[in-house]
DNA sequence: GCCGTTTTCGGCCCGACTGTTTTCAGTCG
């Protein structure tokens, strides 16, 4: 069983037991299983397994390294057999409804007999729920709501699309009078290649101008929800977005807290703990009676809740916020000298932590001891290769592709065209090829554009591994992209034995998109990422960050392990038109995400060391 | 269910918003 499907299997149980109402910490520590399971690569695993050490693994206990070990060898687990025959499948999915939660569809289920979605919305039809203890009219309407635009709701977004939509709010957010400083947080932030919702994180001298103007915006179907903090709307495509207001004095607070994955922000509250502090949105202060009451068993600290019960109970929770006096930055040295992230950093004695690296996985650890990587930037980009021109299936032509890379400021842009079995995108015969591969010698030679262009190719990795051009041909070329377009259907074997085979021809300078998956729409074909990874790096051969928005592959999940044992990549927008050339700033993203240096990305090189470096390789090959 | 230079038992991150209540539970992030 591959790692994947253990994790799966942890997360199913978990969201079971969610469904039975079990105790919360004992379903997050499945959820914390499946994300370790996730984290280890697959020949670590089967070793660790092997060697039956399962259990040295952090967030492994007894309890679990036997359900993995059992999943392992037989593919089954009856725990989980059992688990499934007590809860009605029908309900899992109700969990998709907006408001709805394990508790209420406890009482739905066992006080109407609900047992679906179907069910459910038969029990609002005729008013059942809304009479139920506890819910009420708002929350049956919520419901039918819900039911019917789960699956627009519960749609996620390309990162992509997300930043055109977040990019001017933000900037208009700026605009107004009564705004000090506007962020947009979340997984936009962190450039995580989908997004579930956006966050705008603004402090401001004035709340009501603010969030008019927020929820006024033209897109807007429906406010979610208006409070004095938090105000959501739902675009009319669905995508949900927060606005967050604070005091200035708390922004950088709220925007660490609403920057960093569930995760990050539980290692670095439990940091904060450690030393006698607590984090939240709202501050960083020292633990008192007051703010472990609340979270305290009742048998502790009796005397000091008797002395602070009465003046501090709504106080304590709920510290300051927008326009309260600004009592909170005087005299506190908690949260006075707070003013950056850094800053917030530095106070758990912490490196800058960049947001893309906030996934809570080794990034505090690795701040601690000052490890973190200088990450790779956009403007450390010095040009790009598996660019498409209208001798494919682009839309624009070599002249003007080479010209909008000269005005991003590029040294160099690789032409990559479709080969030949690529019917369906206009791919090159060889004569067409060679007609390119003659016209880009003769534009650079013209003069007219101050941008290089090199001639490459994007060739088919056909069914059996050989590339769709003969070596003779491929030599005429200054590089080969190598990518699979068609038959996907292969096994995980044999597709990681067809990409191999393309790796180890001599003239193969890149890997293409490593899986073919298409965000939100197809998983990409079952590689061995690993063995390829080994291959690629045996080889020479550079495995791209396809940037198309849509693709951002190879996930970069992969890439730190990866770079570690020496693997180079290049970031390519695949761009099909001027425009897209832009998306090397998804790419970005990636690397960034996979904790990538410049050295370690190909197209920050000059284009003296490219020329250089694909002579050698033509030499060595 | 996991974990431990204060613990092998008793903790486990923190707070906002809504809807339903009349002080709080459930949900969400």
Redesign the pocket.
């Known amino acids: 069983m591959t790692k994947h499907e253990i994790a799966d299997v942890l997360n199913e149980i978990a969201l079971l037991l969610e469904l039975k109402g079990e105790?919360p910490?004992?379903i997050?520590?499945?959820q914390?299983?499946a994300r370790v399971i996730e984290s280890l690569e697959q020949p670590e695993l089967e070793r660790l397994l092997a060697a039956n050490e399962l259990?040295t693994?952090?967030?492994?206990?007894?309890?679990?390294?036997k359900k993995i070990a059992e999943l392992h060898t037989t593919g089954k687990l009856e725990?989980l057999e059992k688990l499934r025959a007590t809860i009605a499948p029908g309900l899992v999915e109700l969990?998709q409804?907006?408001?709805?939660?394990?508790?209420?569809?406890?009482?739905l289920h066992e006080q109407l007999g609900v047992v679906d979605i179907a069910s459910l919305a038969a029990a609002c039809a005729d008013g059942r729920v809304?009479a139920l203890?506890?819910?009420?009219?708002?929350?049956?309407?919520?419901i039918v709501a819900g039911i019917k635009n789960r699956e627009a709701y519960g749609r996620r977004h390309l990162w992509w699309e997300a930043w055109q939509v977040a990019q001017p709010i933000v900037a208009g957010l700026r605009a107004l009078p009564q705004v000090k400083r506007a962020e947009a947080a979340?997984s936009l932030r962190r450039g995580l290649e989908t997004v579930?919702?956006l966050?705008f994180i603004v402090s401001a001298t004035e709340i009501e101008p603010v969030v008019s103007w927020f929820v006024g915006l033209s897109d807007v179907q429906e406010v979610?929800?208006?409070?004095?903090?938090?105000?959501?709307v739902r675009f009319v495509t669905g995508l949900?977005a927060?606005l967050?207001l604070v005091p200035d004095e708390q922004f950088i607070f709220a925007l660490h807290?609403?920057t960093g994955s569930?995760d990050h922000?539980?290692q670095m509250?439990?940091r904060?703990?450690?030393r006698g502090l607590?984090?939240?949105?709202?501050g960083l202060e020292p633990?008192t009676a007051a703010?472990?009451e609340?979270?305290?068993?009742p048998?502790?600290s009796l005397t000091a809740a008797a002395g602070a019960g009465e003046a501090a109970a709504p106080r304590?929770?709920?510290?300051k916020?927008a326009g309260a006096p600004a009592d909170a930055a005087s005299g506190d040295p908690a949260r006075g000298s707070v003013a950056t992230e850094a800053d917030l950093f530095a106070r758990l004695g912490l490196h800058f932590i960049p947001p893309e690296l906030r996934e809570g996985m080794g990034e505090i650890e690795a701040a601690e001891h000052g490890e973190l990587p200088t990450l790779v930037d956009l403007p450390d980009l010095r040009g790009t290769f598996h660019c498409h021109t209208t001798a494919s299936d682009g839309r624009n032509t070599l002249a003007e592709m080479a010209t909008a890379a000269a005005s991003a400021g590029w040294e160099y842009l690789g032409i990559a065209d479709h080969s030949k079995s690529s019917f369906q995108a206009n791919g090159l015969t060889e004569q067409r090829l060679l007609e390119q591969v003659e016209a880009i010698r003769v534009f650079n030679a013209s003069g007219r554009c101050r941008t290089h262009v090199f001639a490459g190719t994007e060739c088919d990795i056909l069914p059996d591994g050989r590339l769709d051009f003969d070596e003779a041909l491929l030599r005429k070329l200054d590089y080969v992209v190598a990518s699979v377009h068609s038959t996907f259907a292969l096994d995980e074997a044999a597709m990681t034995a067809r990409i191999i085979r393309a790796i180890e021809h001599p003239c193969t300078t890149m890997l293409g998109h490593l899986t073919g998956r298409l965000l939100l729409r197809r998983d990409g074909y079952r590689v061995d990422a690993g063995k390829i990874i080994d291959a690629a790096i045996a080889h020479g051969v550079i495995i791209e960050i396809n940037a198309a928005p849509k693709r951002l592959d190879m996930d970069w999940r992969h890439w730190r392990k990866a770079t570690a044992r020496g693997l180079l990549t290049s970031i390519n927008p695949d761009a099909h038109e001027t425009a897209e050339l832009a998306y090397v700033r998804a790419g970005i993203n990636t690397a960034r995400k996979g904790w990538l240096t410049k050295a370690q990305v190909f197209n920050t090189r000059s284009l003296a060391e490219v020329k250089a470096a694909f002579l050698a390789r033509r030499r060595a090959g």
């Open positions: 105790n910490f004992k997050r520590a499945y914390s299983g259990l693994v952090k967030g492994i206990g007894e309890a679990l390294a725990f969990l409804i907006p408001g709805v939660g394990p508790k209420k569809i406890k009482v809304a203890a506890g819910f009420g009219a708002k929350t049956q309407e919520k979340g579930g919702d966050d979610t929800a208006r409070g004095e903090t938090k105000t959501s949900q927060d967050r807290h609403f569930k922000n539980v509250r439990q904060a703990l450690a607590t984090l939240s949105e709202w633990v703010t472990s609340s979270s305290a068993s048998s502790s304590a929770r709920r510290p916020r």
